[in-house]
């Protein structure tokens, strides 16, 4: 399909450029997407979906398909290293408010398939693998990329230019938009295990508080059962490398330190990253928006990462195809800035930190006072209620609407 003019390009295919490029090949906009990478890529870190991202995928066919191939997961737990569970959510608490009252866990390179393989079903959409964007100029008509392929450097013409790149986005640095925020001191190591984490007590998916050592688990659908269970463990000694933090040796410590054993854990992976807290000082630039990591980064404790990036998606599409028809002025598309960006600022970014400090507390006092606190909403229904629908990400979702 030639490169033109008339369409939107989407820098990376990734869950967020795909769905946002799905969207809008839905409304009858041509669409192209370049990922760098020769082939949808496999990343192990993301997999946890909270129920307005079900919600928003659904209406493009995704959802449907989707929940054949993952573990829903009704509740979840806050537990204590030491003192086991601290308190258990029910997500039922919203079942009044969602068709989907739990977390939904499934890899997200198992979500990528599913919308590339809904997308090529249009003939105005294109992917095109072992294609990096390099930079771009813009005017008032279109946008100007410059991209790299086996075959040379090209530029490719479009009216509008969506940069979901993730956190090291070429697209934004093009904008020339500042990445404000921090990284955090410490590393997050995660590993998978076969090993069934269920019959200890721990839901498919709990956080567990310790100031030396915190921890998130999650279970994911694998090749057979229990599934995969992963673990994502902090670590604060910044004087170990990252190949002897990743040592099978060092990674069995971890995991009997856990949960005891009297044999080796079946490992099935490793890998260990930095984590950041960041968000763009603005999402667009002209004819050119960011959306998903590009725009903004946090920890994963909540998992709000992939999903905000997931919301940014479904609420740019559908604004920037009112725009390419000529229903609606370029300004709309401020409005969506304004609201992702309230919604990462105010909600996502807090959120996530606050769930990060709660279960790397040092301070004895404050640390039992904190913990006090989780079991004191847990114990209360209205409370509780209140409380998921804020870790779920329904009330960022409600107040980003608000915003115009």
Same mark, same amino acid.
């Given at each position: 399909?030639? $490169? $033109?003019? /008339? =369409?939107?390009?989407?820098?990376?295919?990734?869950?967020?450029?795909?769905?946002? !490029?799905?969207?809008?090949?839905?409304?009858?906009?041509?669409?192209?997407?370049?990922e760098?990478?020769?082939?949808?890529?496999?990343?192990? =870190?993301?997999?946890?979906?909270?129920?307005?991202?079900?919600?928003?995928?659904?209406?493009?066919?995704?959802?449907?398909?989707f929940?054949?191939?993952?573990?829903k997961?009704?509740?979840?737990?806050?537990?204590?290293?030491?003192?086991?569970?601290?308190?258990?959510?029910?997500?039922?608490?919203?079942?009044?408010?969602?068709?989907?009252? &739990?977390?939904?866990?499934?890899?997200?390179?198992?979500?990528?398939?599913?919308? &590339?393989?809904?997308?090529?079903?249009?003939?105005?959409? @294109?992917?095109?693998?072992a294609?990096?964007?390099?930079?771009?100029?813009?005017?008032g008509?279109?946008?100007?990329?410059?991209?790299?392929?086996?075959?040379g450097?090209?530029?490719?013409?479009?009216?509008?230019?969506?940069?979901?790149?993730?956190? =090291?986005?070429?697209?934004?640095?093009?904008?020339?938009?500042?990445?404000?925020?921090?990284?955090?001191?410490?590393?997050? +190591?995660?590993?998978?295990?076969?090993?069934? *984490?269920?019959?200890?007590?721990?839901t498919? /998916?709990?956080?567990?508080?310790?100031?030396?050592?915190?921890?998130?688990?999650?279970?994911?659908?694998?090749?057979?059962?229990p599934?995969?269970?992963?673990?994502?463990?902090?670590?604060?000694?910044?004087?170990?490398?990252? @190949?002897?933090?990743?040592?099978p040796? /060092?990674?069995?410590?971890?995991?009997?330190? +856990?949960?005891?054993?009297?044999?080796?854990?079946?490992?099935?992976?490793?890998?260990? &990253?930095?984590?950041?807290?960041?968000?763009?000082?603005?999402?667009?630039?002209?004819?050119?928006?960011?959306?998903?990591?590009?725009?903004?980064? /946090?920890?994963?404790?909540?998992?709000?990462?992939?999903?905000g990036?997931?919301?940014?998606?479904?609420?740019?599409?559908?604004?920037?195809?009112?725009?390419?028809?000529?229903?609606?002025?370029?300004?709309?598309?401020?409005? &969506?800035?304004?609201?992702?960006?309230?919604?990462?600022?105010?909600?996502?970014?807090?959120?996530?930190? =606050?769930?990060?400090? *709660?279960?790397?507390?040092?301070?004895?006092?404050?640390?039992?006072?904190?913990?006090?606190?989780?079991?004191?909403?847990?114990?209360?229904?209205?409370? !509780?209620?209140?409380?998921?629908?804020?870790? $779920?990400?329904?009330?960022?979702?409600?107040?980003?609407?608000?915003?115009?």
């Amino acid at each position: 399909m030639p $490169s $033109s003019s /008339n =369409r939107v390009l989407v820098v990376g295919a990734g869950p967020v450029g795909l769905i946002t !490029a799905l969207g809008l090949a839905s409304r009858g906009v041509p669409v192209t997407v370049i990922e760098r990478e020769p082939a949808l890529t496999e990343d192990l =870190r993301a997999g946890s979906f909270h129920p307005p991202t079900l919600e928003m995928m659904a209406p493009l066919g995704i959802t449907e398909r989707f929940l054949k191939i993952g573990i829903k997961v009704p509740r979840w737990q806050i537990r204590d290293r030491h003192t086991g569970v601290v308190a258990e959510f029910d997500l039922g608490l919203l079942a009044d408010i969602t068709p989907h009252p &739990y977390r939904f866990h499934c890899e997200q390179f198992k979500l990528t398939p599913i919308v &590339y393989d809904l997308l090529r079903q249009y003939p105005h959409a @294109e992917v095109r693998f072992a294609c990096g964007f390099e930079s771009a100029t813009q005017d008032g008509n279109k946008v100007i990329a410059t991209v790299t392929t086996p075959q040379g450097t090209e530029t490719i013409e479009a009216a509008w230019l969506v940069g979901a790149d993730g956190g =090291r986005s070429n697209v934004r640095k093009t904008m020339g938009v500042d990445f404000p925020g921090m990284t955090w001191p410490d590393r997050f +190591l995660v590993t998978g295990t076969r090993y069934d *984490l269920a019959p200890h007590g721990f839901t498919p /998916n709990a956080y567990i508080a310790d100031p030396d050592c915190f921890s998130a688990i999650f279970q994911m659908p694998y090749d057979r059962p229990p599934g995969l269970w992963r673990v994502l463990f902090s670590i604060t000694d910044t004087g170990v490398s990252d @190949e002897a933090l990743m040592a099978p040796d /060092n990674v069995e410590r971890l995991m009997q330190d +856990l949960v005891p054993r009297k044999v080796r854990y079946d490992i099935v992976h490793t890998g260990i &990253y930095k984590v950041h807290q960041r968000v763009a000082t603005t999402f667009r630039q002209g004819r050119m928006l960011l959306a998903g990591d590009a725009a903004h980064v /946090n920890n994963p404790l909540g998992a709000m990462g992939l999903n905000g990036g997931i919301h940014d998606a479904c609420n740019l599409y559908p604004k920037l195809a009112t725009v390419f028809t000529g229903a609606a002025d370029a300004a709309l598309l401020d409005r &969506y800035v304004r609201q992702r960006h309230l919604a990462q600022v105010e909600f996502v970014q807090e959120l996530s930190t =606050r769930n990060k400090k *709660l279960l790397e507390e040092r301070d004895p006092t404050v640390r039992a006072e904190r913990l006090d606190e989780v079991r004191r909403i847990a114990a209360d229904p209205a409370l !509780a209620r209140d409380y998921l629908i804020k870790t $779920s990400m329904i009330a960022s979702v409600r107040r980003a609407e608000m915003v115009e």
